[in-house]
């Protein structure tokens, strides 16, 4: 459930959330259209502006870079000594070694400058940064792999430099020639568990465009390049990074990729892209409509500019290529997780961008005769392929975390392996093989089918072979994985998912090819002996239900045959079949089923990749689809590009967020998952929307909502057949008109389903019948650039001017209430390294005249005495009598409750506990700051039944009806998400119950300062 962490947003999540306003009644007067002489109108240039991230200071650390690239030269900036600039690339396989950073130290006076200001140009595809009276754009060129760096205004007589570097324990070739520096690397992958035995390496260069360019090697790492500004302030740094694996001459493939192109050549580059992908345009009163319109920006341009060339540039959900990093990578660099691409999948075909899932295809389809030896060594000879759920990237099932201590090792689609996450995962090629389907549907791009088709077809007959009849009579798969969340289990739904939409699939296409009849045959035998989804009751006891329990109204979908299963990963299992298989839909038997479901699902909103947005959208709730972005938002956007950066040990970028909010927009606008066009069908209220959505048959849809009412619908027909879609205005007549000449093609349709033939290239205007669209106020879709960053409760996208509102002076006093977390235990003594006393430092750094009152107790309980008089008992003494309290945060007190009294209080009884505390606060006017409870399994008083209590008790504070001001989401600031219950290692102080100093660190981090401006 949603719930507000430090938000200037006011969210209302209650009972008659699911209930969405209807589209019929008349829209409001005065209503404009960007239909106008047979075509929609939008000012792709103003929309995407919008969305610009800008800084109105010098994003100095490596977690505020911004991105750049070209699809195969991803680059991230921040202004760090003078300006750094990281160069990545996906082919330095296996590690994804980084080619290295540049360094420009005469961009100081630019960067530290009191009237600095700058931004990311979504638009152009490039970085302008200004401040004493420099000036610099920043981009890579389309053609050749080149970062530019174009400064004006510099002191003509002043020698400048830039240093190219990497880093131990790297070991390139340097060298200093001419005007051209450059570092070398090779290697082969032949170090790991299931190399390749291929050659890679990592070649960067550097060179200047100015008077007297000379170049050196600094040391075995660095070259330098030195020289002065031409006469009028001017200059250029070009730094190149081409593709390199030893073979080549390094020398000369570095002078090919310093070749400058025309200035405007990537400005060209990126607007012929944004001018193919799909816009939106998002207004609400709240601003929160805003801020995921910003973040679906961020992530097509994202994908554009780290698609990949071979393999996707993004593994495991991480912005690989556009990293800030240098070569520290949380998860196996060398490995692929599908579950973590398969939102870019989605997103990429809705925006109709879909040439950016290429590298994914390929990373599959180049790897089918690995995938086949693999399945057969490692399934027991099993025919077709098990696609590996986590692939290394040439078609190995094994994930090596060469970086973890210890090393570890997991094999997937693996018979003989532990149970593990990923060991009996079988569903995986079946989601390739219908992402495959989904392509050819958009596209109808034949050849594109008839290339793919054999991943679908083994991945078909490995499913086959792998059921067995059971004494039912019908097809079971044991032992086999509910994706990464139950191990080894029966007919987990995932399985059932997988062959109930890939079989039909599989029959749709082998037909079409005129290929594998006795395939066809044996999937038309199977089909109807696949049993039904598993079902438990919403609440209680987690055993099986007969699907005569529908008529009750009181089941879900369950994970798996084995309910009672242990589990082990945060996913929704039971709303696979809701997304992406594509198998419950509106018009679906078990919508109600799939609804009950989502509201009873075991994780809400848990990880920056959690698809409830989408699931939501497919559902039909535009609520939840607002409220579930917001939360995953708050609590995993932490880095100001828009990016998630939840494991700050490795300060990787995660793009998997954004990725999951543009397929959530895209579906909440437009969808037709089964060829069947709904307009609007999940639109938040009180969100205006202007986009477009890309589906099947190479088919643009544009939609303008108001109110909650659809206002303009365009059908852009990319291909000739029949066109069905469900009337947005339901119960009324309506009309169908055809280009500039409003040509009728339907008169009249009062059905719910109009229906008529398009025409590939004619666009298509739906009307009320009656409704003279010349009368309507034309007015194009547009905007203007961003000015200023945005902010969206604890999180931002870009960076505030110092001394802007946003950092607005306050006065007051923040008692600080807890137990021995709060009080600093673990943290290192006499330092201020507790997150109080870090707290205070940060609110200092800005300038706010916030005290902080440390009240923690080590050992203090919230509802007995133990260590001290109980929080009941002291808020007054500690709380209410202290001078000048504005704030007060409560923190850890109940883990005590739960580890120390016996019998250990309810979770219900720790919930009224501190509702007493709100209670008492607010009669004094004294806003009261929740913390959510740390995790703490595998400390001495750790049970299961007190985890149960903690996390009623964090479900709590993060509901809507908690009565808490703001949460401070501690929990989420510290787990590892691997697992929930534990600290993160690096936060960890060794008792598992204290965080150590990097853990204080994140809960003061996790504080969102404006709270103090309210």
Known sequence: MKYLIASILSLSLCHGVFAQPSSAGRAPFNQTTAWHAGGFHVDVAGVIGRSDIVLGQANKDASEALP????????????????????????????????????????????????????????????????????????VQPGTDTLVIDVTGANANVQQTAKLMLWEPRAPHAIAKARVGLLSQAWIDDQQPESSGRHFGSLSTITAQGRDVSVSVVDERTVAVS???????????????????????????AQRALVETSAEAHRTWWHDYWHRAAPMKIESADGSGEYMENLRAIYLYA????????????QAGVADMLSSARDAHRWAPSAFWHWNLRMMVAANLGAGVEDLNAPYFNLYRENFPA????????????????????????????????????????????????????????????????????????????????????VMAASTRFLLAYQKVGTDGLLHTSPSNAH???????????????????????????????????????????????????????????????PSADAEGHDVIAESYAPSAAIHNAENIGLEPVWPYDLIGDSSPMFELAKRTYVHRPFIAKADWSYDPVQAARLDLGNEVRSMLLKITEDSQHSING?????????????????????????????????????????????????????????????????????????????????????????????????????KVVSGATGSVITFRGVAGTRYLLVRQGTHVEDENFAPVTGTPAITAKRLGKVQIGLFALGSSSAKE???????????????????????????????????????????????????RLLVNGAGPSALSRFDRDVLSQ???????????????????????TGDQLIDGIRLLIARAHQRHIQFFCSTLTPYEGANYWTPTGETAREQVNMFLRSEKSGCDAVIDQDSATHDPAHPTRFLPAYDSGDHLHPNDAGHRAIANAVDLSLFSR
């Open 643 to 743: 990016f998630a950066n939840w494991d700050k040990e490795y300060g990787e970028f995660y793009v998997e967020q954004t990725g999951v909010t543009a397929d959530a927009l895209q579906e909440a606008l437009v969808q037709d998952y089964d060829g069947f066009i709904r307009l609007a069908p999940a639109v938040p209220q009180g969100w205006n929307v202007d986009g477009s959505v890309n589906v099947r048959g190479k088919t643009r849809v544009d939609v303008q909502v108001r109110e909650g009412h659809v206002t303009t619908a365009v059908i852009e027909a990319g291909t000739t057949g029949p066109l069905r879609i469900r009337n947005p205005w339901s119960g009324e007549a309506v009309d169908v008109v055809s280009g500039a000449a409003m040509t």
């Open 371 to 454: 995938i086949e030896r693999w399945t057969r060594t490692r399934m027991n000879g099993a025919p077709g392929v098990c696609v590996p759920e986590t692939m290394r990237f040439n078609g190995r099932g094994i994930e090596y975390e060469g970086s973890w201590k210890p090393v570890t090792i997991g094999y997937n689609c693996d018979a003989g392996f532990k149970p593990y996450y990923n060991s009996r995962t079988l569903s995986t090629g079946a989601e390739v093989s219908l992402w495959i389907w989904q392509q050819y549907l958009a596209t109808g791009d034949l050849h594109f089918l008839t290339e793919n088709y054999p």
């Open 227 to 253: 020289f002065k500004p031409y006469a009028d302030g001017h200059y250029r740094i070009l730094v190149g990074s081409p593709h390199f694996d030893g073979r080549q001459d390094a020398y000369a493939t």
């Open 883 to 905: 001078p000048d309290v504005h704030w007060v945060i409560f923190s850890d007190d109940p883990i005590n409750d739960l580890g120390s009294t016996r019998p250990a209080p």
């Open 68 to 139: 750049l690239g070209n699809g195969r030269l991803g680059v991230a900036v921040w202004g760090a000594d003078g300006l750094t600039a990281q160069l990545n690339r996906a082919d330095t396989l296996p590690d994804r070694l980084s080619p290295g950073q540049v360094v420009v130290p005469g961009l100081a006076a630019m960067t530290q400058a009191e009237d600095f200001r700058g931004g990311l140009d979504l638009y152009n595809g490039e970085i302008q940064e200004q401040g004493g009276g420099l000036h610099a754009v920043i981009y």
């Open 303 to 314: 994908a554009a500019a780290e698609k990949g060339t071979e393999y996707p540039g993004s």
């Open 810 to 860: 306050v006065r007051g006093t923040v008692v600080t209430l807890g137990a021995s977390i709060t009080a600093g235990y673990k943290s290192t003594p006499g330092t201020d390294r507790d997150w109080p006393a870090v707290l205070a430092a940060r609110l200092a750094e800005k300038g706010m005249r916030v005290s902080v009152l440390n009240k923690g107790i080590s050992g203090n």
């Open 484 to 546: 990464e969340t139950q191990w080894d289990v029966t007919d987990p739904t995932t399985d059932l998912a997988a062959e109930k939409a890939l079989y039909p699939v599989m029959i749709q296409a082998a037909k079409l090819l005129h290929r594998d009849s006795d395939l066809v045959r044996q999937l038309e035998s199977a089909l109807p002996k696949l049993p039904p989804f598993p079902r438990i009751a919403e609440q209680g006891a987690r055993t099986l239900l007969p």
